[in-house]
């Protein structure tokens, strides 16, 4: 691959060409790339569900891609008997979400990769005259259709949704090459996928292994020692019952206000539920100041537990993580500070075991959320053994965490490595027309 083609090379007449900044180098001296209306290359797709044949309902997420609603909601959202209106969404075709989000600032455009099933009226189904689209597959993960959108959309869109008509969203200026240079950038691109896919099951892997350890260095519910014991702890008996209020102390979390700048942009970290997604937290996006500290947000050392208790998540998880540095929390997450003679480490780890026992003390709250009451929390049963088992346990646990660290960092380098590849293989027609 080459990046001797850029996309500021200039025909004779002063006008900008089409052109990608890397190129496979068989094709450097082809022909310059195309921008053609959506509306030649691919047709909308207007057929309704009518007799409501079809009752697979998907959906299209923009984190996900086309998926079963079913999957994605845990829930039927449409049921049938409504189905009459929505679109059937064949095999292979594409479709538009109009919802803006964090991960689609234009909304959503996947290939229905799943089966054939239908979709809300509100969505726009296409599918291309070409047999071959993988090409657009990948196209549409870039931002280079985004400026299009925006400047066709309606200014009196709703704030949660593009407001962009068919006509204008049919009309989108596509990028077209030769079919034998857009095949060598789609099977490029799904090797790239592929190779992304197998670290991705090596992480599974890894994972599956820490859980089938956790269920053997931790008794099973009702027994009072472990199936798998270190040699040296064989002849120490039985765990000691305790319940987690004998062991950790519980304080609430709360958000600084956003009117005082003298709150935020600080160095201590601020937590809220989508940073704990990883096991062992050491930085967050937000930051808060001392002054709001002693102002009244909580803060906590390292070797603090952080638990959600409130909110959407709590429906199917229970997010857990311990802190490697000091941090602060919102009002969404309580914190569990090990009291002497706990070992943080080792506490997360019997957490982690207890999740499903964790997940049934959730009650639903308001608007369908999720609430984890600190009381019930507080009277957990759980079994202990002494401090030095505890922190062996956690030793080896935290070693096998070190593995999957270090593979969710390869998993990373290699869609950052993607991600940087996409931008400079695809060009932007909107450049050339701007």
Same mark, same amino acid.
């Not at 455009?109 to 189904?125: D, E, F, H, Q, R």
């Not at 291309?128 to 869109?157: E, L, V």
């Not at 064989?234 to 700048?261: A, R």
């Not at 002054?291 to 857990?320: E, F």
């Given at each position: ?31 310059? +790339? &195309? ?36 999957? $994605? ?26 919802? @803006? ?28 005259? !070409?047999? #071959? ?6 196209? $549409? ?46 099977? $490029? ?34 027994? *009072? ?10 002849? !120490?008996?039985? +765990? ?14 709360? *958000? ?7 709150? +935020?942009?600080?160095? @201590?970290? +601020?937590?809220?539920? &989508? ?6 937290? #050491? ?32 429906? &199917? ?14 009002? #969404? ?12 480490? $080792? ?25 984890? !009451? ?61």
């Amino acid at each position: 691959m080459s990046n001797k083609a850029t996309v500021t090379d200039m025909k004779k007449d002063g006008q900008p060409m089409l052109v990608p900044k890397l190129r496979f180098s068989e094709f450097l001296n082809a022909a310059e +790339w &195309k921008a053609r209306p959506l509306n030649q290359l691919a047709a909308r797709s207007k057929q309704k569900n009518r007799d409501e044949k079809i009752i697979r309902v998907l959906t299209n997420s923009a984190e996900f891609g086309v998926v079963d609603q079913r999957d $994605f909601f845990d829930k039927d959202i449409a049921t049938q008997g409504k189905l009459d209106s929505y679109f059937v969404v064949e095999l292979g075709a594409y479709v538009y979400n109009p919802r @803006i989000s964090t991960n689609a600032p234009v909304g959503p455009i996947s290939k229905n990769n799943i089966a054939t099933g239908v979709m809300s009226p509100l969505y726009t189904v296409f599918k291309f005259k !070409d047999i #071959d689209d993988d090409f657009y597959a990948y196209y $549409f993960r870039t931002t280079g259709w985004h400026a299009y959108m925006r400047q066709a959309s309606s200014t009196g869109a709703r704030h949660d949704r593009m407001a962009i008509s068919s006509d204008d969203f049919m009309a989108m200026p596509m990028p077209v090459a030769s079919p034998e240079e857009l095949k060598k950038i789609s099977d $490029f691109l799904r090797s790239v996928d592929v190779l992304i896919a197998t670290q991705v099951q090596k992480l599974d892997a890894l994972k599956t292994h820490r859980k089938g350890l956790i269920q053997q260095l931790f008794p099973l519910e009702g027994e *009072t020692k472990p199936c798998l014991r270190f040699p040296e702890f064989q002849n !120490d008996g039985q +765990w000691e019952p305790t319940t987690m209020e004998q062991i950790v102390d519980f304080k609430s979390g709360g *958000t600084p206000s956003k009117g005082n700048p003298a709150f +935020w942009n600080g160095s @201590i970290p +601020w937590a809220s539920a &989508k940073d704990m997604k990883q096991l062992f937290l #050491d930085d967050t996006e937000d930051h808060i100041t001392a002054a709001a500290v002693n102002d009244g947000a909580k803060s906590v050392p390292a070797g603090t537990i952080l638990m959600l208790t409130r909110g959407m998540t709590l429906l &199917k998880d229970v997010p857990i993580c311990l802190l490697s540095r000091q941090m602060s929390f919102n009002q #969404d997450v309580k914190a569990l500070q090990p009291k002497a003679h706990f070992d943080g480490r $080792f506490l997360l780890y019997l957490l982690l075991g207890c999740k499903q026992r964790l997940l049934n003390l959730v009650d639903i709250a308001g608007h369908g959320t999720g609430r984890l !009451d600190t009381e019930k929390l507080k009277m957990l049963d759980v079994m202990l053994p002494c401090l030095a088992e505890q922190q062996r346990i956690a030793g080896c646990l935290s070693s096998l965490e070190e593995l999957i660290i270090s593979q969710c960092q390869k998993i990373d380098a290699l869609k950052t490595y993607k991600k940087g590849l996409m931008q400079q293989i695809f060009p932007s027609p909107a450049e050339v027309e701007a």
